[in-house]
């Protein structure tokens, strides 16, 4: 069975600084897919990043980035110079191949407040 | 592209009644999901359809709940009858068939007094 575990259930930090938002997930799949949602205070759930489990290059967009790592199984997200705007729920999610379509585990979700 | 479009986006209902979400999926997409949302349980799948044909409903919670999709343009999800428990924020999201990223709409919020 799958599982994702996202153990920061609140983090608050003051604009400017840089956070990292922690994901440890579980699968028996070696072919699987992970993922990072941002929920606004508006609802909404919005795409982020998707990764493949062979490739473990980190990734960077803009002010996020994100790394990958087999080896503790683990697919963390970084928030650098944050702003008040990035405050919001931010989900980390699973795939497995074995599932027809998108299926996605959710873990909790990690509540970020940014400060001015 | 209007994006996954639910609706209606509030609704306030009295236990017993019948409750019907509305979801019109992106065109082009293959995937249609149902996922809940409670503070106590998180993000639920419910169920989700491929190619319109229900592959996986085991997340539907008894009975009450039911979910068709009769084209590939609409699909809805029924409560009845619906109790207090019911309450939560009901999505809906699409994807082309894979494991492409899921494109969720905005939510219904149901609420049942």
């Known amino acids: 069975a799958q599982k994702v575990t996202q153990a920061q259930t609140e983090i608050s930090v003051v604009e400017k600084e840089d956070v990292t938002l922690d994901c440890v997930y579980e699968?028996?799949?070696?072919?699987?897919?992970l993922f990072w949602y941002k929920q606004p205070p508006s609802g909404e759930l919005v795409f982020l990043i998707r990764r493949n489990s062979f490739d473990e290059q980190n990734e960077i967009s803009g002010r996020y980035s994100w790394n990958f790592q087999k080896s503790t199984s683990s697919f963390n997200f970084t928030i650098t110079a944050s702003q008040v705007v990035d405050s919001a729920v931010y989900f980390c999610?699973?795939?497995?191949?074995?599932?027809?379509?998108?299926?996605?585990?959710f873990g909790e979700g990690t509540q970020l407040t940014v400060n001015p | 592209d209007a994006g996954v479009i639910q609706s209606p986006r509030h609704e306030v209902t009295e236990m017993g009644q019948e409750v019907t979400l509305r979801c019109k999926p992106i065109?082009?997409?293959?995937?249609l999901f149902w996922y809940r949302q409670t503070m106590m349980r998180g993000l639920e799948l419910l169920i989700y359809?491929?190619?319109?044909?229900?592959?996986?409903d085991s997340g539907m919670p008894e009975d009450r709940f039911s979910a068709k999709m009769p084209n590939a343009s609409f699909s809805t999800l029924k409560i009845q009858p619906s109790e207090p428990r019911d309450s939560a924020v009901y999505f809906c999201?699409?994807?082309?068939?894979?494991?492409?990223?899921?494109?969720f709409g905005n939510g219904t919020r149901l609420t049942v007094t």
């Open positions: 999201a699409s994807s082309v068939t894979g494991n492409s990223p899921l494109h």
């Open positions: 699968t028996r799949d070696t072919t699987y897919y």
């Open positions: 999610a699973l795939s497995e191949r074995e599932t027809s379509g998108s299926r996605l585990t």
């Open positions: 359809f491929n190619n319109n044909v229900p592959i996986d």
């Open positions: 065109s082009g997409h293959n995937s």
